[in-house]
Structures are given as structure tokens and as C-alpha cells.
């Protein structure tokens, strides 16, 4: 495996710290910005509609530069919207830096991704795409609880400042072990990008990550709730469980790269399959300890760990070009914005299972999309 892919799972990783920090420090935040928690969370949804709408417009102005060249030009805007936020006096300054580090960060996963087909060969990209993804499923594991801990002994701008001190080694380690590349290795020119998106294989495709990732989210946004509210456990205990989660995404994100390049759609079905059977299990257990816990970690292992395959899918059905990639790490968070919205929704009308049960209905509908490719597949 080229060192290069190790390198932009460290970027993955920066990327995805930066992310989730305002999920653990919202009354740390809203205390030091003199706003409201619920005001806090909209940081969170504005940082998940500048990734899905301005990620690819950003790529489209970088897609003439060397591949390399493009990342430092994102770890240059990243640095700069996190730098921002250590430093901002006021929500709008806060806000402001959120949609810079958002359009980044989503540019950055598909010039990143991109990269990693460029420099591997085609029968091992899968496994390449789940080394580079293993940056996302660290940062759940290890970058939240980091960020959190620095924010809460040293306050909330010296966890912006770790983030940014993670970004500059990451984009000292991008300079020095990344290939300089050639552009026209990225799969063409704009309006060769462009023109794939009239290919009904890559839209369906699409439409499947959306949904394997909404099911997923619209359970996991809720845990935390559901976990001391329901299921019964303390405050305190809910770190070490979402650890446990973590931690099932990086085995299960591993094991669907060895098999994403060879078994693309059985992947997918069989992880859409046993995540509906996961999300109802919890749905129905979730006042039952250890089979809720249970299900949870399946969840963990079938829902966001689904990356490699389905990113392997999307490549073949479109291109490995930075558009194509961006575009569908656009898809990936038009479904968390999806379940985590519906699921609060859900949650107002029928109580803290009901995001479960959403969650099962969107994994249902995407084995609807995956099994007739992969019955004509088998015929």
C-alpha cells in the first residue's frame, strides 16, 4: 500500500475531528459565545450543508492543479476557518468559520479519495479507500473524545487550536509523502466530470450511499439519548459505549475493504440486510441492556464501514475523479443531514425509538436500490 494513502487518512482524520468538536462542547460553547445550546447546534448543520452544497464548487476551481498541489491549497482554507473559530468573539464570526472549514473538508475527502485510486491499481482501491477511510472511523473513535477532554480541562478555543496543530502536521506529512501527480490522471477534464452525472448506474449508486448513511445516522445523532433515556444507563457510562462503537467502525470498515473490490454489491446488500436487522433489533430491545448494547455495536460494524464498497460502486458506475468523489461525499452528507433531521422530527411525534425505526426504513429502501444491479449481477 503506497505510503501516501497512511498520509491522507491522517488528513481524513483532521478533517473529521474538526467536524465533531462542536458535538462535545456545546455548553462550553454557547457559554463563551453568549448564545443559546440550540443556536450551537445550528453550527453543526451549517458546517453539513456547506460540505454537501460548497464542497464541489471549490473542487471545480482546484480540478486544474496537481492533485497534491490541491490538497495543501485545502489544508491552507482549512487552517483558515479553523483558526477563525479558536479566535472568533462573536456567533458570526463562529459561523462564518464553520461553512470555510465545511467546504474544505468535503473537497479535501474527494480530492483525498480521488488521490487513492490514482495511485493504487484497480484491484486493490478498495482496500486503499478503507486505509484512507480509516481516518473518518478514527476520528469518531479517538479525534471527538480528544477534542472534548482538551476543551473541557483547557476550554473550547484550545480544542480549535489542537485541531489546527493536527491540520499542520498533517499538511507537513501531505507535503512531504504525496507524490506530486499529474491532473489529467484525475479522470478528465471538467466536462468529462460533468457528463457522468447523466448515467443512471452512478445516480442510483448515489442515491444508495444516501441512504445506507441516513439509516445509519438517524440512530447514531440519537445514542446519546436513547442509551441514558431509555435504555437506562448513566451519563457517565455513554462515553466508554460510544468508544465501543468507534471502535466496531474500524474493524468493520477493515474488513469491508478487503472485500469492497471483488464483491462491490454482495457487500452492500448483505451490510444494508444486517443493519435493518440491527436498527429493528435496537428498536425493539432498546429497554434491554445488553441486546440494545449489542445492536448498537452491529450498527457500528454495517453502517458508516460500508465506505469502501460504497465508494468502489460509485467510482465504476461514474469515474475516480475529485468531482465525482466530492460529489458523492455530498450525497454521503445530504443523508446525515436527512436522518439526524427527520429523526428529531420523528422523535417530537412518536418518542426516542422512533429514530430506530426511521433508521430501518431508510436501510430498507437502500437494499431496494442495490438488489435489482446485483440480481441482474448474479443472473
Avoid at 109 to 115: A, D, T
Avoid at 181 to 195: K, L, M, S, Y
Avoid at 261 to 272: E, F, K, N, Q
Wanted: overall charge positive.
Amino acid at each position: 500500500m503506497p505510503r501516501a494513502v497512511y498520509v491522507l487518512a491522517l488528513g481524513i482524520f483532521a478533517m473529521v475531528t474538526s467536524e465533531f468538536v462542536v458535538a462535545g462542547l456545546m455548553p462550553q460553547m454557547a457559554d463563551g459565545l453568549d448564545v443559546t445550546v440550540p443556536q450551537i447546534g445550528y453550527l453543526i448543520t451549517a458546517f453539513a450543508v456547506a460540505m454537501a452544497a460548497g464542497g464541489p464548487f471549490l473542487t471545480i476551481a482546484l480540478m486544474k492543479l496537481p492533485p497534491r498541489t490541491a490538497l495543501m491549497a485545502l489544508f491552507a482554507v482549512f487552517l483558515t476557518g479553523n483558526v477563525l473559530a479558536a479566535t472568533a468573539t462573536g456567533y458570526g464570526v463562529m459561523l462564518a468559520a464553520r461553512v470555510i472549514t465545511g467546504i474544505a473538508s468535503q473537497a479535501f475527502f474527494g480530492v483525498g479519495i480521488s488521490l487513492c485510486a490514482q495511485l493504487t491499481r484497480p484491484e486493490v482501491r478498495g482496500r486503499a479507500i478503507a486505509v484512507a477511510m480509516n481516518g473518518l472511523m478514527l476520528g469518531t473513535l479517538l479525534g471527538l473524545p480528544l477534542s472534548t477532554l482538551v476543551g473541557e480541562r483547557w476550554g473550547w478555543r484550545a480544542a480549535f487550536w489542537t485541531i489546527t496543530a493536527i491540520t499542520v502536521v498533517a499538511a507537513a506529512a501531505t507535503l512531504l509523502g504525496v507524490p506530486r501527480t499529474d491532473p489529467a490522471g484525475n479522470g478528465g477534464g471538467f466536462r468529462d466530470e460533468v457528463r457522468v452525472f447523466r448515467r443512471p448506474k452512478l445516480l442510483l449508486a448515489l442515491s444508495t450511499s444516501t441512504l445506507i448513511i441516513g439509516a445509519t445516522f438517524s440512530a447514531f445523532s440519537y445514542f446519546n439519548p436513547i442509551l441514558t433515556e431509555v435504555t437506562g444507563f448513566s451519563t457517565g457510562t455513554v462515553p466508554a459505549l460510544l468508544i465501543a462503537y468507534g471502535a466496531a467502525t474500524v474493524v468493520g470498515n477493515t474488513v469491508v475493504g478487503r472485500l469492497a473490490d471483488r464483491y462491490t454489491l454482495p457487500v452492500l446488500a448483505t451490510g444494508l440486510l444486517l443493519n435493518l436487522v440491527f436498527l429493528t433489533g435496537f428498536a425493539v430491545w432498546t429497554d434491554l441492556p445488553v441486546p440494545a448494547v449489542a445492536c448498537m455495536l452491529g450498527i457500528g460494524l454495517v453502517g458508516v464501514t460500508m465506505n469502501p464498497a460504497m465508494v468502489t460502486r460509485v467510482q465504476r458506475a461514474g469515474n475516480a475523479g475529485p468531482l465525482v468523489n466530492t460529489v458523492h461525499s455530498s450525497f454521503i452528507t445530504l443523508g446525515i443531514i436527512i436522518g439526524s433531521s427527520l429523526g428529531a422530527v420523528a422523535i417530537d411525534g412518536w418518542g426516542l425509538r422512533a429514530p430506530l425505526w426511521l433508521g430501518a426504513a431508510m436501510a430498507l429502501a437502500g437494499l431496494a436500490t442495490v438488489a435489482p444491479p446485483l440480481i441482474r449481477a448474479t443472473r
